[in-house]
């Protein structure tokens, strides 16, 4: 069984601090997708990384693969109250099923 | 805009009373899948379609059911609904299986509530 480890699980920062986000396995994906997630919706994709050692940007979110394809960084600067959110990282096996991390949930205060 | 559509957005039932929810996509992508989300808790896959292929998870209880009866449409059936069976339930789809390259797309979710 696929195992990823997500951490923190939660996270209050104060507006215009910066964090990050891990995501770490043993285990090998062929890519891991980001998502974000509100009360009372389903996940939104941000991004998808598939290569190791891989640097995605969005605006203020800089996503990396590690060279491994074992773990992977989220890491926001400046963070907004519109950050706010539960974070998802999610590895794909060979087969296209998404392992879920546990999720950590951010909460930015003006 | 393509997208996934899950109805109702808040279900409520009785205890073992049986209840269906209902997922569309005009997205024409091949796989559809089903997850259960508890309170903060990541979603957990109960089984997913490619086509009319049926793949159940091994731990999703017989209780649950699904029905596929074309590409756009995917059924949740609960049989008799425990007070344990409360949850989000998110309906997700892909263009297919095996490459790397697929990603997921995610509807808003179905809340049901059990009473």
């Known amino acids: 069984t696929q195992l990823l480890e997500q951490s923190p699980q939660f996270l209050s920062i104060q507006e215009g601090e910066n964090l990050t986000v891990y995501c770490n396995s043993s285990s090998v994906f062929s890519s891991l997708q980001w998502y974000r997630q509100e009360p009372g919706e389903g996940p939104v994709l941000l991004v998808t990384v598939v290569t190791g050692g891989e640097v995605k940007k969005l605006k203020r979110l800089t996503f990396q693969f590690g060279d491994a394809r074992k773990d992977s960084s989220l890491h926001i600067t400046a963070a907004q109250p519109g950050d706010t959110g539960l974070y998802l990282c999610a590895g794909k096996n060979a087969g296209n099923m998404l392992t879920f991390g546990g999720g950590t949930r951010l909460m930015v205060k003006p | ?115």
């Open chain 2, 1 to 115: 805009d393509a997208m996934v559509i899950q109805n109702p957005r808040y279900q409520v039932t009785q205890f073992g009373k049986p209840v269906t929810l209902s997922c569309s996509q005009t997205l024409n992508h091949n796989v559809m899948y089903w997850y259960q989300q508890k309170s903060s808790q990541a979603p957990k896959l109960l089984f997913h379609y490619y086509d009319k292929d049926f793949n159940n998870e091994a731990d999703t209880p017989d209780n649950f059911q699904s029905r596929r009866p074309n590409t756009s449409f995917c059924f949740l059936d609960i049989r008799s609904p425990g007070l344990g069976d409360a949850a989000m339930y998110l309906c997700a789809t892909s263009r297919g299986l095996g490459s790397r390259y697929n990603e997921q797309f995610f509807g808003p979710g179905t809340r049901l509530t059990v009473l």
